[in-house]
């Protein structure tokens, strides 16, 4: 086990699988307690356990993005027994898109409540933490994780790609709340990665351009995006990566 990230306390959202899961275990492998978020307890209990038997340290919080209080009390339950949180991957998501004449207005309100209102309430929960991090002399990171599609145009994805602009903006406007105060913040902007996300899609032409796009080319895998988050973290404490955009090569 390597040592990049001994002895800080980390918080992942959505580790019950994907990005989010595959982050949890490189930051566990470099040294970070992680503290594991997402509403599958049985996922995120078999990730803790794969944690453990690698040497990490793991403790699973089994609460909806949209639980407030729920998101309060494992805040109090990380600080009496993990320490304070000095790295936050704020990463949970859905990506639920459809012709806006096909009506899903439930998809539509869900990726707004989990991808940007869930976000939001995870940096109330956490800032309090990040900050006195910060003040005691030590890095402290906020990564959200956005989207390639914040920055682009893709048919029938408007809501999600809108979801994905406001986290990267709420980035970059943070930081200039919390980077004099030396919390890092940082957005990460993945292109296509392999995960589960596309599969939650029941809109049929969402599904068509998903699969179509899976055969011209070579996804990324969530180890990717993994190592990334990593990195950024890992870097010395006056430097910060504000912006990472990763994409497969073949995407453009
Ligand atoms: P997955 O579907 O594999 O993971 C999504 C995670 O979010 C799961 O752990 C899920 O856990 C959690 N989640 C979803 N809804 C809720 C909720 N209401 N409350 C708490 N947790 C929730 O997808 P990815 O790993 O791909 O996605 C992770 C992030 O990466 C997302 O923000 C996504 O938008 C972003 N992203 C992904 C890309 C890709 O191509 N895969 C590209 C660009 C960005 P559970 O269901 O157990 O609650």
Redesign the pocket.
């Given at each position: 086990q390597s040592s990049s990230l001994k002895d800080r306390v980390a918080v992942v959202?959505?580790?019950?699988?994907?990005?989010?899961e595959a982050t949890a275990r490189k930051l566990a492998r470099e040294g970070a307690a992680v503290a594991l978020?997402?509403?599958?307890k049985d996922?995120l209990e078999s990730l803790a356990k794969t944690i453990r038997e690698e040497g990490g340290h793991a403790r699973v919080f089994a609460v909806?993005?949209?639980d407030r209080p729920g998101l309060a009390e494992a805040a109090r339950v990380i600080a009496g027994e993990l320490g304070v949180v000095d790295l936050v991957v704020n990463?949970?998501?859905?990506?639920l898109p459809a012709p806006f004449e096909a009506h899903h207005l439930d998809d539509f309100e869900q990726m707004i409540d989990?991808?940007i209102t869930?976000a939001v309430r995870i940096v109330d929960a956490f800032v309090d933490p990040l900050v006195a991090a910060a003040a005691k002399g030590g890095r402290a990171d906020l990564v959200n994780?956005s989207?390639?599609?914040a920055n682009g145009v893709y048919t029938n994805f408007a809501v999600y790609c809108a979801t994905?602009a406001a986290i990267t903006h709420l980035s970059r406007n943070l930081r200039a709340e919390l980077g004099p105060k030396y919390v890092r913040v940082a957005v990460v902007e993945?292109?296509?990665?392999e995960?589960?996300?596309?599969g939650?899609a029941t809109d049929a032409s969402a599904q068509e351009w998903i699969a179509q796009a899976r055969k011209a080319m070579t996804w990324l895998k969530?180890d990717d995006i993994a190592e990334t988050i990593a990195y950024v973290a890992g870097l010395p404490r006056h430097v910060n990566l504000e912006r990472v955009t990763v994409v497969p090569t073949q995407q453009v």
């Open positions: 959202t959505g580790a019950s699988s994907g990005i989010g978020f997402a509403r599958r996922r909806d993005a949209k990463n949970a998501g859905v990506m989990v991808n869930g994780i989207s390639m599609g994905k993945p292109g296509l990665v995960t589960e996300l596309q939650h969530a």
